[in-house]
């Protein structure tokens, strides 16, 4: 699958069109996009944008052919899960769990051939790359073009479910759980992915608790897949928001992380508030706690 600038292609979108339909290709509507043509399994999509998507086998060939040349350095390659054989498949992420203030926040996202070219082109990347700007743009393409599952956590559930699980990639695995079977009752799939945090059984444990048959991967660096960098977009948005909430609310700044600067503001906290109130806005199985 590529992607390049109509520019790259030194064409006019009307003798791309031309050309394309001199080689039989079929024309259809494509939604944020000017058209959409398909023949012998390559579909070529023209947005508003000027970009050019192709996908199918032989596709890189394909633009190479209106090139005449290499692709130029405008031009580039859709992420590995572009070029995977699923038609659709719920990629699932967290935020929040290295944050002593917040919520654990865990999001899944379903891709499939109707919403791929789309995400593709909308600069998605793992919200670890992108500034908290960035994914707040982009976080409303992702829920306006996507079925999705936003799972929050906040502090005191968090608290009181960790004592619960007693591990933290058991609570992972529960919200992972819970993200993709609120998008499989929405839409079925037979495929998910996600971060490799555990042991996958802990995920398929708790799907099989209540029905739920899927094949489930977890993979070192899965953020390269775009369900799972679109998940972690939406989980990090969520984030965010709820995190400058609750700095609102109370009235003091709650950072991100676990740094010293946090250590000093959840002093401040327990002077204002108290040690029990910290609950509230705080995962208390930090180390940070002992030091306060």
Same mark, same amino acid.
């Given at each position: 699958?590529?992607?390049?600038?109509?520019?790259?292609?030194?064409?006019?979108?009307?003798?791309?069109?031309?050309?394309?339909?001199?080689?039989?290709?079929?024309?259809?509507?494509?939604?944020?996009?000017?058209?959409?043509?398909?023949?012998?399994?390559?579909?070529?999509?023209?947005?508003?944008?000027?970009?050019?998507?192709?996908?199918?086998?032989?596709?890189?060939?394909?633009?190479?052919?209106?090139?005449?040349?290499?692709?130029?350095?405008?031009?580039?390659?859709?992420?590995?899960?572009?070029?995977?054989?699923?038609?659709?498949?719920?990629?699932?992420?967290?935020?929040?769990?290295?944050?002593?203030?917040?919520?654990? &926040?865990? *999001?899944?996202?379903?891709?499939?051939?109707?919403?791929?070219?789309?995400? !593709?082109?909308? +600069? /998605?990347?793992?919200? @670890?790359?992108?500034?908290?700007?960035?994914?707040?743009?982009?976080?409303?393409?992702?829920?306006?073009?996507?079925?999705?599952?936003?799972?929050?956590?906040?502090?005191?559930?968090?608290?009181?479910?960790?004592?619960?699980?007693?591990?933290?990639?058991?609570?992972?695995?529960?919200?992972?759980?819970?993200?993709?079977?609120?998008?499989?009752?929405?839409?079925?799939?037979?495929?998910?992915?996600?971060?490799?945090?555990?042991?996958?059984?802990?995920?398929?444990?708790?799907?099989?608790?209540?029905?739920?048959?899927?094949?489930?991967?977890?993979?070192?660096?899965?953020?390269?897949?775009?369900?799972?960098?679109?998940?972690? &977009?939406? *989980?990090?948005?969520?984030?965010?928001?709820?995190?400058?909430?609750?700095? !609102?609310?109370? +009235? /003091?700044?709650?950072? @991100?992380?676990?740094?010293?600067?946090?250590?000093?503001?959840?002093?401040?906290?327990?002077?204002?508030?108290?040690?029990?109130?910290?609950?509230?806005?705080?995962?208390?199985?930090?180390?940070?706690?002992?030091?306060?």
């Amino acid at each position: 699958m590529k992607a390049v600038s109509l520019a790259s292609l030194n064409i006019s979108e009307q003798n791309l069109k031309a050309d394309l339909e001199k080689k039989g290709f079929n024309f259809e509507p494509a939604e944020h996009a000017l058209w959409r043509a398909r023949k012998d399994g390559v579909t070529i999509t023209l947005y508003k944008s000027g970009k050019v998507l192709a996908q199918g086998k032989g596709s890189e060939e394909f633009l190479n052919s209106f090139c005449h040349s290499e692709l130029d350095p405008e031009s580039h390659e859709i992420p590995a899960q572009g070029r995977n054989d699923k038609t659709s498949w719920i990629g699932t992420d967290e935020s929040g769990k290295g944050d002593y203030f917040g919520p654990l &926040v865990v *999001a899944g996202v379903l891709v499939n051939e109707k919403n791929l070219s789309e995400l !593709s082109l909308s +600069g /998605i990347q793992d919200s @670890k790359k992108m500034s908290d700007s960035a994914i707040q743009k982009i976080a409303p393409k992702i829920r306006q073009n996507c079925d999705f599952s936003i799972v929050t956590i906040n502090p005191a559930k968090y608290n009181e479910l960790y004592k619960k699980f007693k591990n933290l990639n058991n609570l992972l695995a529960w919200g992972h759980a819970r993200a993709i079977e609120n998008i499989l009752e929405k839409t079925p799939c037979e495929y998910a992915l996600s971060d490799k945090f555990g042991n996958e059984a802990l995920i398929k444990n708790a799907l099989l608790k209540n029905g739920r048959n899927i094949t489930l991967e977890q993979r070192p660096k899965a953020e390269d897949d775009i369900a799972v960098a679109a998940a972690s &977009v939406l *989980a990090r948005d969520e984030f965010i928001r709820r995190l400058k909430k609750f700095s !609102s609310e109370y +009235g /003091i700044n709650l950072p @991100k992380g676990a740094s010293e600067e946090v250590l000093k503001q959840a002093r401040l906290f327990v002077g204002k508030y108290s040690v029990e109130q910290l609950g509230n806005v705080a995962k208390l199985h930090f180390k940070t706690t002992q030091k306060i």
